[in-house]
């Protein structure tokens, strides 16, 4: 945990960055709204951005800035879409402030990619982060991708007109940020939540729950992010009806 002196030293070496970029930019309009599955979708191309674009990958330290700006410890990770000739050349284990003006794309690295908005965020989320390096201890964001963490449990039960269900856990995979995630979790389906397995749909998952024959067991992969109360807000669930 970072001293209260080390932090604001840090935001204030950040807010003379900010104060000078501010004038070059227009006024943003607002934001979009381990391993997960396979995505391919395309913003993680980096075929629209510019050449002087460089990524910083990292933990999410401190978001009570937001949406103006969070903070990142900076970590080296190997991934085959991460080219050295982008790395932003920040220190292993630095904290960076990311800076943010609304307009910022943010999303799951999920297949769907859904989107996030910047509130979303949480101490503790695994991020990529691509934009300009403005400073030793601030980084203009272009895009943020979020990764999402990994629950594999046994449903308990469900409450369809909340669209939550309670899963044990058997095992899970990546922080989901925020609070931890008990053993005994609930978790909701986010608008628009992908459905795969067992059932295709949300609705879909409800009803076959609702049709189990005695003995029989639902699987489910959760992939997410925290709701900040210790539950998951699930964007991606793969279903299997063990029988």
């Known amino acids: ?15 003379v960055v ?7 930019v227009g006024c943003g309009s ?22 002087d674009f460089v990524e910083l990958e990292g933990t999410v330290t401190d978001v009570d800035d ?7 410890r900076v970590e080296i990770e190997d991934s085959e879409d991460k080219s050295d000739d982008r790395d932003a050349g ?10 943010l003006d609304g307009t910022q794309p943010m999303w799951l690295h999920l ?9 979303a965020l949480l101490p503790g989320l695994k991020v990529r982060v691509r934009g300009k390096r403005s400073s030793d201890v601030a980084f203009m964001a272009e895009d943020v991708r979020v990764r999402p963490g990994r629950f594999d449990g046994i449903v308990a039960s469900v409450e369809a007109d909340q669209r939550a269900l309670t899963v044990r856990s058997i095992e899970r995979h990546d922080p989901f940020g925020g609070n931890p995630v008990p053993d005994s979790v609930t978790a909701r389906f986010a608008s628009g939540a992908e459905v795969e397995g067992g059932a295709e749909s949300i609705e879909a998952f409800f009803l076959r729950y609702e049709d189990l024959l ?17 539950g998951i807000l699930a964007y991606h669930v793969e279903v299997d009806v063990d029988d």
């Open 90 to 99: 920040y220190r292993p284990g630095s904290e960076v402030v990311v800076l």
């Open 111 to 119: 297949p769907s990619e859904p989107g996030i908005g910047p509130f």
């Open 1 to 15: 945990m970072k001293t209260l002196t080390s932090c604001t030293s840090l935001l204030t070496q950040a807010f």
């Open 214 to 230: 005695p003995g029989q067991v639902v699987h489910v992969r959760l992939y997410g992010i925290g709701d900040g109360s210790g």
């Open 18 to 24: 900010f104060a000078l970029w501010i004038p070059l």
């Open 30 to 51: 607002g934001g979009s709204s381990g391993g997960p599955p396979d995505s391919t979708g395309s913003r993680g191309d980096d075929s629209d951005l510019s050449a």
């Open 66 to 72: 937001l949406p103006m700006h969070f903070v990142v």
